[in-house]
Structure formats: C-alpha cells, structure tokens
C-alpha cells in the first residue's frame, strides 16, 4: 500500500457518510463494478457545492445518480440540477434512485448523447461536473464553457487515470493511448484557455477545479 493510498484511508475513516439511502447505493454500485465516484471524490464535491451554493448544476455522467444526489444533499432547496446519461441500464437505475430518495424534482435526469445535449443546453450553471467519458472531456470543452457562468466553477473528475497521466504515451497500453492523449490536451487546454484559473488537485483520482473569471 502506498502512502497515497494510506491518506486516503484515514480520510475516509473520518467521513460520516451521506445518508443511508446514499451510501446503500453507493455500495451496490461499487459492488457490481459500477463507476461512482470515490469517497474522498465525494465528500470534496458535496464541500463544494455547500460553500458555491450554486443555482443550476449540471452534470454530464450520471450512473446511477450518486454524485447528483450527494450534490443535492448539500444544494439549496431551491437549488435546480440536470444531469446527463446514455447508458440505458444505468438510466433506469438512476431513476428508480433518484425516485427512491424523494428528488425527481429538484434533479433532471437528461437521456442520450452527451455531445448532442450539451449543444442544445440554453442558461448558465454556476457548477458543472464532468464524469463522463474521459476521451470525450476535450471535445465537450467549447459546449461547457458556453454554459458555464461568470464565476462558475468546472470540476472534471479522474483527470490523473490511475497515474497513467504521467507516463509517456508508449508506457501507456496502446488501447488506453488516445483516452491518454486527449486527457493531457484536455488539461493543458484548462490552464492555457485565457479567462480560466485551473488547478489540479490529487483528489480521487484526480479533479480539476477550473474558475471562469468574470462576475
């Protein structure tokens, strides 16, 4: 085990959790293999949204709709959040939990490409949360950046790819190398975009937290 993975342990042997019907269905998620976020990934998330207090979030990757129900927990009631899924087994599943924990109407689940929903979004969000596929986080950037709001904040999560971010492309195995390109254009891209303040943070598996200047 290493140091980092020791850390992280002990954080999580502080976390009190989100709720019984949140951490149910975070542990069957994890259980069958489903990608959630980590706990630690989690717990940064839900500070984040309780100190932006943020109208509208969106959020493109929903799973089974953990992340979008541990943001909610810490959402203002009036508080609005639209997420997006395209993988159909998933989508039943995030509803029928989204029902399960009373937030059908505070969150919009959003069915189908993430790509072609995000160009047809109207408004702005004060936070997005990007978990989707990790390949597509460049190529969504200009859609996202559009909706994102003078002082709103853009988290991408598992930026760093379990280290793999850090090995040259010929380390990488060859099936994972365009994912690994795009993710190092994708962050090099948040730091130079003039208008964004970018840092990248070993939370997880790495996020990033990127402010769009203005008011």
């Known amino acids: 085990m290493t140091d980092r993975d020791r850390i992280a342990d002990y954080i999580n042997s502080l976390d009190t959790g989100h709720g019984v019907l949140c951490d149910r269905i975070a542990r069957e998620a994890r259980e069958k293999g489903v990608p959630v976020i980590r706990r630690e990934t989690a717990a940064f998330l839900e500070t984040l949204v309780a100190a932006l207090r ?4 969106l959020e493109i990757g929903t799973a089974v709709g953990y992340s979008a129900l541990v943001m909610a927990g810490a959402m203002d009631e009036s508080g609005h959040i639209t997420t997006i899924e ?3 087994p998933r989508i039943r599943q995030a509803r029928e939990n989204l029902a399960r924990a009373g937030e ?3 969150i919009t689940l ?3 490409d993430a790509g072609r929903i995000l160009e047809e ?5 004060q936070l997005i949360f990007l978990d989707g596929a990790k390949g597509q986080y460049i190529h969504w950037l200009p859609s996202l950046l559009k909706l994102l709001a003078p002082g709103g904040v853009l988290v991408s999560d598992n930026v760093l790819q379990e280290g793999d971010i850090l090995e040259s492309r010929f380390a990488v195995e060859r099936r994972n190398r365009t994912i690994h390109a795009r993710m190092r254009d994708y962050l090099f891209t948040l730091k130079h975009t003039p208008g964004l303040v970018t840092s990248i943070l070993p ?3 790495g996020v990033t937290v990127s402010v769009r200047k203005g008011t």
């Open 54 to 57: 943020p109208r509208q979030i």
């Open 203 to 205: 939370v997880g598996d």
């Open 86 to 88: 395209n993988y159909e």
């Open 104 to 106: 059908t109407e505070r």
């Open 121 to 125: 979004l109207e408004g702005e969000y």
């Open 110 to 112: 959003l069915e189908g």
